[in-house]
């Protein structure tokens, strides 16, 4: 089965910090996402990655960066978190063709106080 | 553009009771339809897609969905309703180009009562 963890279900950070989400495929996925879900809004993309060292803007990058060195992490940098950026965020992988479906990670629920 | 609509935010159905959830698209060309399912405080986990072939789709946990080109929809049912089935449900799309992304509908919340 295709696993795909993430560091922490729960963090709690403040205001101005920077905060480091990880995201780990075991299936050798070419494909990951990040998502931020929110009630009422459903899943928006934050970002995608391709391939090692690539990376795209989704619909909302704004205030989030992402790294991807190895084909199997890829982590969402909120570089100085604000409250609005209080949300669950949830990684994806997926195989490079068309058609497959994402495999999701468990979520982390970030709250920015 | 793709698009995907969820027209419900909540269903109730009564337990052993068919359920129906419903979802309508729109992309260029011809579609890659899914289904999700989110239980709470989880990822979503796939349910079932539609890539070609068979209109009526088989997933898991008893659900199917029913591609229906004329009317851009792919609906979610399941004969018999269980309380375990409350959770919400995402459909999603995309196109069959490469590059298109999957678009996510906004959610269902299915409610199955005792």
């Known amino acids: 089965d295709v696993k795909v963890t993430q560091s922490s279900r729960y963090l709690v950070k403040r205001t101005g910090e920077k905060v480091f989400l990880e995201c780990v495929q075991d299936m050798d996925h070419e494909n990951m996402f990040w998502y931020r879900q929110d009630p009422g809004l459903g899943l928006r993309l934050i970002y995608f990655s391709y391939d090692v060292k690539m990376k795209e803007k989704g619909d909302i990058p704004e205030g989030y960066s992402v790294s991807r060195e190895k084909k199997e992490r890829f982590s969402l940098i909120l570089e100085s978190a604000s409250t609005n950026q209080t949300s669950m965020y949830l990684c994806?992988?997926?195989?490079?063709?068309?058609?497959?479906?994402?495999?999701f990670g468990p979520g982390t629920r970030l709250t920015v106080t | 553009a793709q698009s995907v609509a969820q027209p419900e935010d909540q269903v109730n159905v009564a337990e052993g009771n068919p359920l129906t959830v419903k979802c309508t698209y729109s992309v260029s060309g011809n579609p890659y339809l899914f289904w999700y399912v989110q239980y709470p405080n989880r990822g979503l986990q796939f349910l079932l897609k539609?890539?070609?072939?068979?209109?009526l789709v088989k997933g898991s946990y008893g659900f199917e969905a029913e591609f229906n080109k004329s009317q851009t929809s792919f609906h979610l049912k399941k004969p018999s309703a269980l309380v375990s089935d409350s959770a919400l449900y995402f459909c999603?799309?995309?196109?069959?180009?490469?590059?298109?992304?999957?678009?996510f509908g906004k959610g269902t919340r299915l409610h199955i009562l005792p």
């Open positions: 539609y890539i070609t072939g068979d209109n």
């Open positions: 994806a992988s997926s195989p490079l063709v068309s058609g497959y479906e994402q495999y």
């Open positions: 999603a799309v995309s196109g069959m180009n490469r590059d298109d992304k999957i678009i």
